[in-house]
T-cell receptor, first 109, second 117 residues
Framework: DAKTTQPPSMDCAEGRAANLPCNHS???????VYWYRQIHSQGPQYIIH???NNETNEMASLIITEDRKSSTLILPHATLRDTAVYYC??????????FGQGTTLQVKP | GAVVSQHPSWVICKSGTSVKIECRSL??????MFWYRQFPKQSLMLMAT?????????EQGVEKDKFLINHASLTLSTLTVTSAHPEDSSFYIC?????????????FGAGTRLSVL
């Protein structure tokens, strides 16, 4: 599975959009980009995933560049409950998730 | 979405004893489950892949005699930490894919915090 790179931390004002970047320049054609988050002392939670096209669900939007070398997770209206560590993972066919260090998002009032 | 239940959520044990952690998929079947451990302020580290009806596959550096994994049914995998020592104190988390195929979303248990005295 391709390695991903994320900034270690980000701040966001409550109510504003949180844009979390991820670099996956070595991603292969059959690897999907997955986003999970982990709120303190809990198990990770699935957010969204995509292959080539941009995706949106009730939690977030995922923007994948045309060359697939990077992506951005967008939380449109961040709340204090969105404070968590966000993990971007490029997953192939093995099903195994290899977690990097993720981005700690702090949503501030 | 699919639910994965993990039990117990918290356990304290004496050094030298064994501890069993259960991971259940409540509303779906899982032929494969994954076990992770997480130390404070660190990311999740994959320990092993649990395979229903066959031996688990361990990641490099994980002692299979120390961390016994049994996947006896399509909804239950167990992790037994044998002869636990203080350095085994950690947060253990399991996951299961919600569906087969290339797009498999992983559903995670709430985790088990193990403290070895």
């Amino acid at each position: 599975d391709a390695k991903t790179t994320q900034p270690p931390s980000m701040d966001c004002a409550e109510g504003r959009a949180a844009n979390l970047p991820c670099n996956h320049s070595t991603i292969s054609g059959n690897e999907y980009v997955y986003w999970y988050r982990q709120i303190h002392s809990q198990g990770p939670q699935y957010i969204i995933h995509g292959l080539k096209n941009n995706e949106t669900n009730e939690m977030a939007s995922l923007i994948i560049t045309e060359d697939r070398k990077s992506s951005t997770l967008i939380l449109p209206h961040a709340t204090l409950r969105d404070t968590a560590v966000y993990y971007c993972i490029a997953q192939g066919t093995t099903g195994k998730l290899i977690f990097g260090q993720g981005t700690t998002l702090q949503v501030k009032p | 979405g699919a639910v994965v239940s993990q039990h117990p959520s918290w356990v304290i044990c004496k050094s030298g004893t064994s501890v069993k952690i259960e991971c259940r998929s409540l509303d779906f079947q899982a032929t494969t489950m994954f076990w992770y451990r997480q130390f404070p302020k660190q990311s999740l580290m994959l320990m092993a892949t649990s395979n229903e009806g066959s031996k688990a596959t361990y990641e490099q550096g994980v002692e299979k005699d120390k961390f016994l994994i049994n996947h006896a049914s399509l909804t239950l995998s167990t992790l037994t930490v044998t002869s636990a020592h203080p350095e085994d104190s950690s947060f253990y988390i399991c996951s299961a894919p919600g569906a087969s195929g290339i797009e498999n979303i992983q559903y995670f248990g709430a985790g088990t915090r193990l403290s070895v005295l």
